[in-house]
């Protein structure tokens, strides 16, 4: 038995129905542009988010790019630290500014007190992360956006099949772009997409997606973010077994506050209430201080014993070296504490409670 635990693992589907789904593609010989499987994904999902319009793109990322492009967004964008690169990568790479906004402690998303100060009259957009899964606190977003006529784009690569009060995460904002990577609580081995509130959007995203191709006219300067049928069959596979996979996290997520809660310098991610969980990553927040060791020496300890654990997101977007924002961390104090002291724990489909125990184990005999 091979008992290294990794920090993930990815959702697979059975073999033979991925065989199965991918027969059709030999047979037409159709494998990529608005494929079968393409429009067969777009209509399964906007039925699962509860959304009327869905684009499919090759990953998270180019879908979020697409979707600077399609709204237009101009000078500078308001977003958090505390995120993978490629928010903050997106906002740069489309010639905009990213101003940072620190988040909140409890739930790690953005702090809607703190994002008034940062507006001026170059600001567009704010673009938030749902940090874990953890949804942003969208109605303060909104007043706020509404008052000073600013867009909301969300990063919402963590927050697949997420709910508040049985709306889904897909229908906040003027838009949200979701990741179908490998690693996420739902994929299409690479893949993305890109939701607007406003249905008019969906084709001028189809068409920066394909090199801004409009039947022969060529109108803008698109890039290539297609997605191929490939990727779209592995996500109708994995589609069927989304609850599964959720319950499966779930299970393991349940055993870990049992062992964790009440740890003494060990903080947890905050529950939210009214909000139906993807139970997409396992946060611990560990105080040095208070538990007695830092969180590299849990994340030591725990390598040790074969076990892998993600410094994530470490370090904050902001302090990419030589882009003139050497400052930028320390006006983003929570953001830079969490990122220091936050390890992700194992959590994937089929992790069990077994295991979660013995993650457990190790850290409470430190
Ligand atoms: C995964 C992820 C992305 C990028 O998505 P890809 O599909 O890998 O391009 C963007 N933002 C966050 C918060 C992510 O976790």
Redesign the pocket.
Do not use: I, Q, Y
């Given at each position: 038995m091979d008992d290294k635990i990794l920090v993930t693992r990815s959702s697979m589907p059975p073999f033979e129905e991925y065989c199965n789904e991918i027969k059709e593609i030999w047979n037409n010989r159709w494998l990529t542009n608005s494929g079968v499987k393409h429009q067969q994904l777009e209509k399964e999902l906007c039925a699962f988010l509860g959304v009327s319009n869905l684009a499919l793109c090759v990953?998270?990322?180019?879908?979020?790019e697409c979707i600077i492009e399609t709204l237009g967004l101009t000078g500078e964008v308001i977003t958090t630290p505390f995120?993978?690169v490629?928010?903050t990568n997106a906002i740069v790479r489309k010639g905009l500014k990213p101003v940072f906004c620190d988040i909140k402690p409890d739930d790690f998303t953005i702090d809607p007190e703190k994002i008034e100060a940062l507006i001026t009259e170059k600001t567009s957009a704010i673009m938030p992360?749902h940090?874990y899964g953890n949804l942003c606190d969208d109605d303060a977003i909104e007043k706020i956006a509404a008052k000073h006529g600013l867009k909301v784009i969300y990063?919402a690569?963590?927050a697949f099949g997420v709910f508040k009060n049985g709306k889904s995460s897909a229908r906040l904002g003027d838009a949200s772009?979701f990741?179908?990577?490998a690693?996420?609580v739902f994929h299409s081995i690479?893949?993305?997409a890109a939701v607007f509130r406003d249905d008019k959007y969906y084709s001028l995203l189809n068409q920066w997606k394909n090199f801004g191709i409009n039947g022969e006219a060529l109108e803008l300067f698109g890039g290539n973010a297609k997605m191929n049928e490939f990727a779209a069959a592995m996500g109708l596979c994995n589609l069927r077994h989304i609850e599964e996979a959720i319950a499966s996290r779930k299970e393991a997520v349940t055993r870990y506050r049992e062992r964790l809660e009440n740890v003494r310098g060990i903080t947890l991610s905050a529950v939210q209430k009214d909000v139906q969980s993807n139970y997409a990553y396992f946060p611990a927040v560990f105080d040095p201080e208070v538990f007695g060791f830092s969180r590299n020496e849990v994340m030591e300890a725990l390598a040790e014993k074969g076990i892998g654990a993600r410094k994530y997101f470490y370090p904050l977007t902001s302090s990419v070296s030589g882009f003139g924002c050497d400052n930028a961390a320390k006006e983003t104090p929570v953001a830079l504490r969490v990122s220091e002291n936050v390890l992700c724990l194992p959590l994937y489909e089929g992790l069990g409670t077994e295991n979660v125990d013995r993650i457990c184990d190790i850290i409470l005999s430190l």
């Open positions: 990953n998270g990322h180019h879908a979020l995120t993978f490629s928010t992360v940090v990063d690569a963590h772009m990741s179908f990577h690693t996420k690479e893949g993305g």
